[in-house]
């Protein structure tokens, strides 16, 4: 079984840019998070979606914004970018909304924002 | 709020040595607590998975520990490799998310 995939890889975009990250659960997995990591810290919750419905969002500006399609996969997208968004975002998978299961992370989507 | 404190930040020790991560969290209404690997630019590998019910969990060479009341976990790692070297992030988990500390930065030394 494939395990939690995300694309691109690596993304190079300019201040005020718009970016789309994509993410593909693993097969059976209805939920899907998103996760900020700067540099040299731990991930920061952005979402989680469970069955297309938005579940919890963290303390992120409404730049970011995110949705679930019947497939169970996800985007991310962040408008008007700032130097500061520059992270690795990951995406993670679980079984349940309620992390009874543990995550499963993808590698992760590298933003340079210059 | 849920605060997540990994302690040493930064460790280094020759191979072949025992070693303890420690981790502690402040709020003790958790689901589950698990430990990540990460190697540098890459993603997490979950190592370890410990339900709030449970005391311990083992695998292979690791061995993870939970204590809600205290609010604490221990990673052991036995007979450290150089393979082992990596960034170890534990992460509780509460409504919807996980909360994660800064992690440690492991060097096993040949």
């Known amino acids: 079984d494939a395990g939690v995939t995300q694309s691109p890889t690596h993304l190079i975009k300019t201040r005020g840019q718009h970016v789309t990250l994509r993410c593909s659960p693993i097969s059976g997995h209805k939920s899907v998070s998103w996760y900020q990591q700067v540099l040299g810290q731990g991930p920061q919750f952005i979402f989680q979606y469970y069955e297309k419905e938005e579940r919890g969002r963290g303390n992120f500006p409404d730049r970011f914004s995110a949705r679930q399609f019947p497939n169970y996969s996800s985007e991310l997208n962040v408008n008007a970018l700032l130097l500061g968004d520059s992270a690795l975002y990951l995406c993670a998978s679980s079984l349940d909304w309620a992390l009874n299961y543990g995550y499963t992370f993808g590698s992760g989507t590298r933003l340079t924002v210059v | 709020k849920q605060e997540v404190t990994q302690i040493p930040a930064a460790l280094s020790v020759p191979e072949g040595e025992n070693l303890v991560l420690n981790c502690s969290f402040t709020?003790?209404?958790?689901?589950?607590l698990q430990w990540f690997r990460q190697d540098p630019g890459k993603g997490l590998t979950s190592l370890l998975l410990i339900q709030s019910s449970q005391r311990e969990q083992t695998s292979g060479r690791l061995n993870a520990s939970l204590d809600k009341s205290s609010g604490r976990s221990t990673l052991y790692i036995a007979a450290s490799q150089p393979g082992d070297s990596a960034t170890y992030l534990c992460a509780v988990a509460g409504a919807q998310k996980l909360v994660f500390g800064q992690g440690t930065r492991l060097t096993i030394n040949p």
């Open positions: 709020d003790s209404a958790i689901y589950n």
